[in-house]
């Protein structure tokens, strides 16, 4: 457990600052786009983020698996799978420019949510080099990384809308602070003297696409999950309210780092782990399920107290989605210990058909529930509707592991 917090506060570390410095960068935004233009930024946001899920096809959880069972084949599957990513990026994007140009009649939109989505090609580059330090178990490098990138970001950002370029600016300074997360990792990988050249096996393309498969599916359900509410905003009920919305979505995902850098560290060790003593898998559960807990509950109250406050005095143009920031905060201690059940399920094969079948439940329920009640109620029902799947996916996957491996060991 002390490997464990050690390496997640290095990446807990540098997003708490980085989450900091992009607080404040949505605050800028929200004020200098409008709310309108906040709400096209934002459904671009979420194309590219749902567009990453499927660029991302799993191989990150392979990669990271793989590695850590042997080291010395770091740089044969590192170049095997970065070939494979960035040939299956560049078809998803080709294919999803061309529905998309056909598709949607906004013009203007389909041109901020395609050069948007553009940040995918660099984006799986770093994110695959990210999964080897995650597997050495040295994510001071990927702390470092997301860092620079976050700060490139946020300058590009101040720069360019300063400027008067509006949403393109900030997209293209969501594009460039990509680069330099890839540029960075790839500095850091040669100093760690793991970015060696390496020949292709392109017998490892059919392992790696068959054991990504699973974790794939669940990397495109679950931001297909945390992201269609934007998307689905921004077509039935337009711009201004998916801006209130995004301002208070924003702040809600600024919290998922907590967990998300909590089950980086943890998933190669239960990865390892599954293979010893069921008592010990137990025992990190629990644990795990604690912190996050605890963590959850602190975070809500400053969510439901402090944030409203510092929307009223930054942002008056947006009083209208302390609502719905209030409403979302209540999903924050799901999403925190629903962190660690994710990790224990996914670090092994043995429950990827579960998790599966689970997670296409939590996503029709969302996306139904969504289809039905924005059109009538617009981002309040978003906002329920999103805390409501945060418990339903935590009940049911607590129920899964409860089964499957708390009661047998």
Same mark, same amino acid.
């Given at each position: 457990?002390?490997?464990? $917090?050690?390496?997640?506060?290095?990446?807990? *570390?540098?997003? #708490? @600052?980085?989450? /900091? !410095?992009?607080? =404040?960068?949505? %605050?800028?935004?929200?004020?200098?786009?409008?709310?309108?233009?906040?709400?096209?930024?934002?459904?671009?946001?979420?194309?590219?983020?749902?567009?990453?899920?499927?660029?991302?096809?799993?191989?990150?959880?392979?990669?990271?698996?793989?590695?850590?069972?042997?080291?010395?084949?770091?740089?044969?599957?590192?170049?095997?799978?970065?070939?494979?990513?960035?040939?299956?990026?560049?078809?998803?994007?080709?294919?999803?420019?061309?529905?998309?140009?056909?598709?949607?009649?906004?013009?203007?939109?389909?041109?901020?949510?395609?050069?948007?989505?553009?940040?995918?090609?660099?984006?799986?580059?770093?994110?695959?080099?990210?999964?080897?330090?995650?597997?050495?178990?040295? $994510?001071?490098?990927?702390?470092?990384?997301? *860092?620079?990138? #976050? @700060?490139?970001? /946020? !300058?590009?950002? =101040?720069?360019? %809308?300063?400027?008067?370029?509006?949403?393109?600016?900030?997209?293209?300074?969501?594009?460039?602070?990509?680069?330099?997360?890839?540029?960075?990792?790839?500095?850091?990988?040669?100093?760690?003297?793991?970015?060696?050249?390496?020949?292709?096996?392109?017998?490892?393309?059919?392992?790696?696409?068959?054991?990504?498969?699973?974790?794939?599916?669940?990397?495109?359900?679950?931001?297909?999950?945390?992201?269609?509410?934007?998307?689905?905003?921004?077509?039935?009920?337009?711009?201004?309210?998916?801006?209130?919305?995004?301002?208070?979505?924003?702040?809600?995902?600024?919290?998922?780092?907590?967990?998300?850098?909590?089950?980086?560290?943890?998933?190669?060790?239960?990865?390892?782990?599954?293979?010893?003593?069921?008592?010990?898998?137990?025992?990190?559960?629990?644990?795990?399920?604690?912190?996050?807990?605890? %963590?959850?509950?602190?975070?809500?109250?400053?969510?439901?107290?402090?944030?409203?406050?510092?929307?009223?005095?930054?942002?008056?143009?947006?009083?209208?989605?302390?609502?719905?920031?209030?409403?979302?905060?209540?999903?924050?201690?799901?999403?925190?210990?629903?962190?660690?059940?994710?990790?224990?399920?996914?670090?092994?094969?043995?429950?990827?058909?579960?998790?599966?079948?689970?997670?296409?439940?939590?996503?029709?329920?969302?996306?139904?529930?969504?289809?039905?009640?924005?059109?009538?109620?617009?981002?309040?029902?978003?906002?329920?509707?999103?805390?409501?799947?945060?418990?339903?996916?935590?009940?049911?996957?607590?129920?899964?592991?409860?089964?499957?491996?708390?009661?047998?060991?």
């Amino acid at each position: 457990m002390k490997a464990i $917090l050690t390496q997640g506060f290095y990446v807990f *570390f540098a997003q #708490s @600052i980085t989450r /900091v !410095i992009g607080f =404040f960068y949505v %605050i800028f935004l929200a004020r200098n786009l409008g709310v309108s233009d906040f709400g096209l930024f934002s459904v671009a946001l979420a194309y590219f983020s749902i567009i990453s899920g499927f660029a991302d096809f799993g191989f990150n959880r392979f990669l990271t698996r793989e590695i850590a069972k042997d080291k010395l084949k770091a740089p044969e599957i590192l170049w095997t799978v970065t070939l494979l990513r960035l040939s299956l990026t560049s078809v998803l994007f080709a294919v999803f420019s061309l529905v998309l140009y056909v598709q949607d009649p906004d013009k203007v939109r389909v041109s901020l949510i395609l050069l948007a989505t553009l940040a995918i090609l660099p984006q799986a580059v770093a994110l695959t080099l990210d999964a080897v330090f995650a597997a050495f178990q040295k $994510l001071q490098f990927s702390a470092v990384a997301l *860092f620079i990138s #976050s @700060i490139s970001t /946020v !300058i590009a950002g =101040f720069f360019l %809308i300063s400027r008067g370029f509006g949403t393109m600016g900030a997209v293209n300074a969501l594009i460039f602070g990509q680069f330099v997360y890839m540029i960075a990792l790839i500095l850091f990988l040669i100093k760690y003297k793991v970015f060696n050249f390496s020949k292709v096996n392109f017998t490892q393309v059919k392992d790696a696409i068959k054991g990504s498969l699973p974790y794939g599916l669940l990397s495109v359900l679950g931001l297909v999950y945390f992201r269609i509410d934007t998307v689905l905003l921004s077509y039935l009920r337009g711009n201004f309210e998916t801006g209130l919305y995004g301002v208070g979505f924003r702040f809600l995902e600024a919290a998922t780092f907590v967990p998300a850098a909590f089950s980086l560290a943890l998933f190669p060790v239960l990865a390892r782990m599954h293979e010893g003593a069921g008592g010990d898998l137990r025992k990190i559960y629990f644990k795990s399920f604690k912190i996050m807990l605890l %963590i959850g509950v602190f975070a809500v109250l400053g969510y439901f107290l402090v944030l409203p406050r510092i929307i009223e005095t930054l942002l008056p143009n947006y009083s209208q989605s302390i609502p719905v920031i209030k409403i979302l905060s209540l999903a924050i201690p799901f999403m925190f210990i629903h962190a660690p059940a994710v990790s224990l399920l996914l670090s092994t094969d043995k429950y990827l058909k579960d998790v599966l079948i689970l997670s296409v439940l939590a996503v029709s329920f969302n996306i139904i529930a969504n289809l039905i009640f924005i059109p009538k109620y617009g981002l309040f029902a978003a906002a329920y509707v999103t805390v409501l799947s945060e418990i339903l996916s935590f009940v049911v996957f607590f129920l899964l592991i409860k089964k499957r491996i708390l009661d047998k060991t």
